[in-house]
């Protein structure tokens, strides 16, 4: 059974610092690019970065450009968002999604790419 587990929610003042952790078990963690993504009430569920399963390649959302940080540990099957200068439109409801490229190097944008997903962890930016 894959099983895809997001940590490190909260409430934070804006302009304050969170980090985001996935551990992902039921599968070889290393063959497998790894994205975030986050939704608000009312919006549809939009990227926030993605990272390529040897950690080579990244992407961001414009939005979150600069400010936030994709990672992973391979050997902890655990991916991190290092999320800084934290902005009261950040809030959302972030998840974890899991997916296979051919490509060690390949990253995607789109929800539709992604195999496994967790069951999210909310972020509150309070102003």
């Known amino acids: 059974q894959v099983q895809v587990v997001e940590s490190g929610g909260g409430l934070v003042q804006a302009g304050g610092s969170l980090r985001l952790s996935c551990t992902v078990s039921g599968l070889t963690f290393s063959d497998y690019a790894m994205g975030w993504f986050r939704q608000a009430p009312g919006k549809e569920r939009e990227f926030v970065a993605a990272i390529s399963r040897s950690g080579d390649m990244t992407d961001y959302a414009d939005s979150v450009k600069g400010r936030f940080i994709i990672s992973r540990n391979n050997a902890k099957n655990t991916v991190y968002l290092q999320m800084n200068s934290l902005k009261p439109e950040d809030t959302a409801v972030y998840y974890c999604?899991?997916?296979?490229?051919?490509?060690?190097?390949?990253?995607?944008?789109?929800?539709?790419?992604?195999?496994?997903w967790g069951q999210g962890t909310q972020v509150t930016v309070s102003s």
């Open positions: 999604a899991v997916a296979w490229f051919r490509s060690r190097y390949e990253v995607r944008k789109t929800a539709l790419a992604y195999d496994y």
